[in-house]
């Protein structure tokens, strides 16, 4: 069974622009979880899909949004990038919605840097 | 202060060698995850626990839900085992995980 992929791997921006990431889950799995990794904050959780609508999200400003798809698909999009979103984008796939004693199952990551 | 702290942030070790990392949080959780991230990015989930203590192959995890604290051993350290290892906590009541800042472990030869 295929892991979960990231498209694309990296990426570079400018300052203002606007980004958009993919995840593509396990097959089978049903929720998608981001998270973004910086040297300063560590991992942070930014939001969680599931049946194609948002049931989780993390502190982070508007300008971080996401959606699914019904193929359990997720995207994840920045808009008017600042350099502080430079950044590990993670996302998660796992069976069903998040709870304490399912396992997550992390896909390689976009490394994002915004210049 | 974080809701989870991981020390050391930093080891340095010999293959062979006994290692310990802890984790400590200051919150009620439903479970504790020891995560490894390899240079690359990518983190695999190692073990999953809510009480007393998990082992797979060379690894094993401890939890006192008492004491608030976790450890991580790697019994018969080797180089491959060099990474990053993240604690993280899912909150009781939340459904999100938080992360400790993790700990970079090199084991040399």
């Known amino acids: 069974k295929a892991g979960v992929t990231q498209t694309p791997r990296y990426l570079i921006k400018t300052r203002g622009q606007q980004v958009t990431l993919s995840c593509s889950p396990i097959?089978?799995?049903?929720?998608v979880s981001w998270y973004q990794q910086t040297p300063g904050q560590g991992l942070q959780f930014l939001f969680e899909y599931f049946s194609e609508t948002q049931r989780n999200k993390g502190n982070f400003p508007g300008r971080f949004s996401g959606r699914q798809f019904s193929n359990s698909r997720s995207e994840m999009n920045v808009s008017t990038l600042e350099l502080g979103d430079s950044a590990l984008y993670l996302c998660?796939?796992?069976?069903?919605?998040?709870?304490?004693?399912?396992?997550?199952?992390f896909g390689p990551g976009t490394r994002l840097t915004v210049t | 202060k974080n809701e989870v702290e991981q020390s050391p942030q930093n080891l340095t070790a010999q293959e062979g060698e006994f290692i310990t990392i802890n984790c400590s949080y200051s919150v009620g959780i439903s479970a504790l995850h020891w995560l490894q991230q390899h240079p690359g990015g990518g983190i695999v989930s190692l073990f999953m626990l809510s009480s007393g203590k998990k082992k797979h192959g060379r690894l094993i995890a401890t939890i006192n839900i008492q004491e608030k604290h976790s450890s991580l051993h790697i019994t018969a350290s080797h180089p491959r085992d060099s990474a990053v290892y993240i604690c993280a906590v899912t909150l009781r009541g939340a459904q999100k995980l938080v992360f400790g800042q993790g700990t970079r472990l090199t084991i040399n030869p």
């Open positions: 097959s089978g799995h049903r929720s």
């Open positions: 998660a796939s796992s069976l069903a919605l998040f709870r304490a004693d399912h396992e997550q199952y």
